[in-house]
């Protein structure tokens, strides 16, 4: 599968975005999908997730009441709303898909080992 992020830019705290990532290739709706976000200097870290149908979401405590991501299977495309964004959430976000199927045990995992396949980032920048 490939996996095509965009809707990065420059924002001002409090402002939202909303990221999208296309997929192509292997039927989308085979896979798991999820968000990671890597800062300058840092580590890549998971930030949401969502099973194959939509039906199960999952968040790191950082962005959870504020980020919200969805998918849409017809479309081949998963989303990552991003409301009353701060400095601190200015980092390269990544798109992913995953053959395993979600779970707690699986969202576990994912955060400390990533997923298998990974898209090209798109660059979040919010300023104070």
């Known amino acids: 599968v490939q996996l095509q992020a965009s809707g990065g830019g420059l924002v001002q705290a409090g402002g939202s975005l909303r990221l999208s990532c296309a997929a192509s290739g292997r039927t989308f709706s085979s896979y798991a999908m999820g968000w990671f976000r890597q800062a300058p200097g840092k580590e890549r870290k998971f930030v949401a997730a969502v099973s194959l149908s939509g039906a199960s979401t999952y968040y790191a405590d950082s962005v959870k009441g504020r980020f919200t991501i969805s998918r849409d299977n017809a479309k081949n495309t998963v989303y990552l709303q991003m409301n009353s964004l701060k400095p601190e959430d200015t980092a390269v976000y990544y798109c992913?898909?995953?053959?395993?199927?979600?779970?707690?045990?699986?969202?576990?995992?994912?955060?400390?080992?990533?997923?298998?396949?990974w898209g090209k980032g798109t660059q979040v920048t919010v300023s104070s």
């Open positions: 992913a898909a995953d053959t395993r199927e979600a779970g707690d045990t699986w969202v576990a995992y994912v955060i400390r080992y990533g997923m298998d396949y």
